[in-house]
């Protein structure tokens, strides 16, 4: 069974710095491209960014860029982002989602952990 | 940058009744690889997203036939043939052709 699970929501303040995990279980992580995607309070989903199995390309949503920096750990089964310069705009619930097999030319996210909040309040 | 526009944005249905939502794209998703990457998502309240349907037409691992997408291009329908109450949520599509973009969602309600 696929599985994961999301970490380190927590109340920052604006200008702040924080960083998610999330730990996956239940296929071989390293054939796997990853994706964060978030959902502010009452708004609908918006992709943030993903990084290929093995590490060597990522890409991000413009809202983020500069500011985001996703990575993995593929001997730990774990995906992590780095947000700085955290604005009341990026409040929201992180998901982290599963993506495409390595050798496929599917472009899916096919399961999603339930989810980390970060809220950005002074 | 792609954007997916879905209509309507909200929905109510009777039980048993058939349903229907649209979404289009800027830019059309058939990739020169032959494959159309859109994609439909379920998100039922309180829960995160699921995955429907795959490249168009394609039901996910479970998803029950009631379910069906079609389209090509930069037009796109996910139909429900016969909704139940387990229906309900919040469903969106997704482009993959360039990085990923969401519709802004179609919330479904049981009448």
């Known amino acids: 069974e696929v599985k994961l699970v999301e970490s380190g929501g927590i109340v920052v303040q604006p200008g702040g710095s924080l960083r998610l995990s999330c730990a996956a279980s239940?296929?071989?992580?390293?054939?796997?491209?990853m994706h964060w995607v978030r959902q502010a309070p009452g708004k609908g989903l918006e992709w943030v960014s993903l990084?290929?199995?093995?590490?060597?390309?990522?890409y991000y949503a413009d809202s983020v860029k500069g500011r985001f920096t996703i990575s993995r750990d593929n001997s730990k089964d774990s995906l992590y982002v780095q947000m700085n310069s955290l604005t009341t705009e990026d409040t929201a619930l992180y998901y982290c989602?599963?993506?495409?097999?390595?050798?496929?030319?599917?472009?899916?996210?096919?399961?999603w952990g339930q989810g980390t909040l970060v809220t950005v309040s002074s | 940058d792609i954007v997916m526009t879905q209509t309507p944005l909200s929905l109510s249905v009777t039980p048993g009744q058939p349903a229907s939502i649209s979404c289009k794209s800027t830019?059309?998703?058939?990739?020169?690889?032959?494959?159309?990457?859109l994609y439909w998502y379920l998100q039922k309240p309180g829960q995160s997203p699921q995955l429907l349907i795959y490249?168009?037409?394609n039901r996910f691992s479970g998803v029950p036939d009631r379910f069906s997408g079609s389209g090509s291009g930069t037009d796109f329908t996910l139909k429900i043939s016969r909704v139940e109450a387990e229906d309900v949520g919040v469903y969106y599509c997704?482009?993959?052709?360039?990085?990923?973009?969401f519709g802004q969602g179609t919330k479904v309600e049981i009448k």
């Open positions: 239940g296929f071989i992580f390293d054939d796997y491209t």
């Open positions: 490249e168009v037409s």
């Open positions: 997704m482009q993959g052709m360039y990085l990923r973009t």
């Open positions: 989602g599963k993506g495409d097999f390595r050798y496929s030319r599917d472009r899916r996210i096919d399961y």
């Open positions: 990084i290929t199995w093995d590490g060597d390309a990522t």
């Open positions: 830019q059309s998703l058939l990739h020169s690889d032959g494959k159309t990457y």
